[in-house]
């Protein structure tokens, strides 16, 4: 088999065998890229509540405790402290509660994942275990091999020796620009 032939076959068996995780990588990257802008692993949610507290009330974990248990939400309560301006601040898994003894008025911040988006970050950082880790490296070297096959599949004008070699030093070009002028 000549080595082109070969090249061709590998480039499009491997190619198949890697799209459904290229997409994964594709999609996990773009919202990572942009985590300055929104956290695509969680979203935030922010209720706004009214509780029979006031100044009178004895401030202990059972009297949070319950008015925990008032809401509908399930919280698990881990500890709370009165703050310097006299607001009951309580921390509860994956976030937090303040509430307004003058008023009674509380607020309640916490994260919840987002589906498939989470799980897809964390194959994307390879932070799942050893094994993950050595399958995306695989991935990463099948990637590259796809990418310098496919520079001499093509004869001809279009091939590497012309029309190629310009499409990639344009890209290699635009990252190192990108890496001289940013970083």
């Given at each position: 088999m000549k080595l082109r032939r070969l090249l061709r076959v590998l480039h499009r068996d491997l190619g198949y065998f890697i799209v459904g995780m290229t997409i994964v990588y594709a999609l996990s990257g773009i919202l990572m890229n942009h985590r300055h802008d929104f956290n695509p692993d969680y979203k935030i949610y922010n209720v706004d509540f009214q509780t029979e507290i006031?100044?009178?009330?004895?401030i202990d974990a059972q009297t949070v405790?319950?008015?925990l248990a008032d809401l509908d939400y399930n919280v698990v309560?881990?500890?709370?402290?009165?703050?310097?301006k006299g607001d009951i601040k309580v921390?509860?898994?994956?976030?937090?509660?303040?509430?307004?003894?003058?008023?009674g008025k509380g607020t309640m911040s916490y994260l919840r994942r987002r589906p498939l988006f989470f799980e897809m970050n964390l194959l994307?950082?390879?932070?799942?275990?050893?094994?993950?880790?050595w399958v995306s490296d695989g991935m990463a070297s099948i990637l590259l091999f796809v990418a310098v096959s496919g520079l001499f599949l093509l004869k001809g004008k279009r091939g590497f020796g012309r029309w190629g070699l310009w499409w990639t030093i344009a890209g290699i070009t635009v990252p190192l620009l990108f890496a001289i002028l940013y970083i």
């Open positions: 006031n100044r009178s009330a004895t405790k319950d008015v309560y881990k500890k709370h402290f009165i703050n310097n921390f509860i898994e994956n976030g937090e509660v303040v509430i307004d003894p003058e008023t994307h950082k390879a932070s799942i275990g050893t094994v993950w880790k």
